[in-house]
């Protein structure tokens, strides 16, 4: 199995700036897929940002151009700086990673962001 431990979630003020990492562990595939998606009280689950193991990233429109994602492909690892954060960036946040050749999607359990307005 694929485990995925991720850190970094917590409190900040509008405008803050916030770490978030996830670090895969288990039977990886060098080809794959990492990123988040969130979910916020009553919206639904959106992708937030992805990265390949080659480096092309995806974002959503309402995150592009305050948070970058980045990976560490030989340590399976991947973060996400969020920066000049807004209330509506507030949900949980969950890693993934998507294994080429692989049947199902893997997620962590989630880390809360919150922002305060």
């Known amino acids: 199995q694929v485990q995925l431990a991720e850190s970094g979630g917590g409190l900040v003020q509008t405008g803050g700036s916030l770490r978030l990492s996830c670090s895969a562990s288990?039977?990886?595939?060098?080809?794959?897929?990492m990123g988040w998606y969130r979910q916020a009280p009553g919206k639904q689950r959106e992708l937030v940002t992805s990265?390949?193991?080659?480096?092309?990233?995806n974002y959503a429109d309402s995150v592009k151009g305050r948070f970058t994602i980045s990976r560490d492909s030989a340590k399976n690892t991947v973060n996400l700086q969020m920066n000049s954060l807004k209330p509506e960036d507030t949900a949980v946040y969950y890693c993934?990673?998507?294994?080429?050749?692989?049947?199902?999607?893997?997620w962590g359990q989630g880390t809360q962001v919150t922002v305060s307005s």
């Open positions: 990265i390949t193991n080659g480096g092309y990233t």
């Open positions: 993934f990673i998507r294994l080429m050749y692989g049947v199902n999607d893997y």
């Open positions: 288990g039977s990886i595939f060098s080809r794959n897929t």
